[in-house]
């Protein structure tokens, strides 16, 4: 199984980031996929999370509002929309997945990592 990230980089306090979390290899016609991340000298923070069996999904109170995780079935890509970024959003940013019908927005649900994105908001 495999997740890999893309769409990290750059931008401007205020804006907007779009990232993208590609799975495949997933054994089952459902999966979870959560968003994390982790700023330097912290711990890890999830996100958000969606459940690809009934479309659910979850947010942490800090991105609530701010932040929106979207699929695409036919590309099995999860994605996380920014918008509004502020400097403590800077970060390497995770996707997670695991095979099974719901979602939870923390580390330990998931069984299967990607290997980051770094997004740094800094004028």
């Known amino acids: 199984l495999q997740l890999v990230e893309s769409g990290g980089g750059q931008v401007q306090p205020g804006g907007s980031l779009r990232l993208s979390c590609a799975a495949s290899g997933f054994t089952r016609e459902y999966y979870a996929v959560g968003w994390f991340r982790q700023a330097p000298g912290k711990e890890r923070e999830g996100l958000s999370c969606?459940?690809?069996?009934?479309?659910?999904?979850e947010y942490a109170d800090s991105v609530k509002g701010r932040f929106t995780i979207s699929r695409d079935n036919a590309k099995n890509t999860v994605y996380l929309q920014m918008n509004s970024l502020k400097p403590e959003d800077t970060a390497i940013y995770y996707c997670?997945?695991?095979?099974?019908?719901?979602?939870?927005?923390?580390?330990?649900?998931?069984?299967?990592w990607g290997q980051g994105t770094q997004v740094t908001v800094s004028s």
């Open positions: 997670a997945g695991v095979e099974l019908k719901s979602c939870l927005v923390s580390e330990l649900w998931y069984d299967y």
């Open positions: 969606l459940s690809t069996f009934d479309g659910n999904t």
